[in-house]
């Protein structure tokens, strides 16, 4: 199971720390990938970044590079998006997902690749 948390209102160059806790047999492997993704109506899903849980080898989409830094907690099954200098096209419901087993370095940005994800959390940047 993995559940998002962290989604708020926020204006325009601020910054959001997103969480994703991992539980049950997604918690018992370090072979597996977590991605973030986002979608806001009518668009299509998102890669925003991901980490491997083997080696913290981590992957950006072009949108977020240099604004947004993801991170693993092995010890708390929890992977972390911090995103800064927010600005309303940042806009969505951002979502988790693990792929797993995983081995390897590479880090896939099709979300089909991803076995497992979360419910969701709204961000919203906005005066």
């Known amino acids: 199971q993995l559940v998002e948390s962290g989604g708020a209102l926020v204006q325009p160059g601020g910054s959001l720390r997103l969480s994703c806790v991992a539980s049950g047999s997604l918690s018992s492997s370090e072979n597996k990938i977590t991605g973030w993704f986002r979608q806001t109506p009518g668009m299509e899903r998102e890669f925003v970044a991901g980490?491997?849980?083997?080696?913290?080898?981590?992957s950006y989409s072009d949108s977020v590079q240099g604004r947004c830094t993801v991170s693993v907690d092995n010890a708390k099954n929890t992977v972390y998006l911090e995103m800064n200098l927010l600005n309303p096209g940042d806009t969505a419901i951002y979502y988790c997902a693990v792929r797993s087993p995983h081995f390897g370095n590479y880090i896939p940005q099709a979300g089909p690749l991803y076995d497992y994800w979360g419910q969701g959390t709204q961000v919203t940047v906005s005066s």
């Open positions: 980490i491997s849980w083997n080696d913290a080898s981590t």
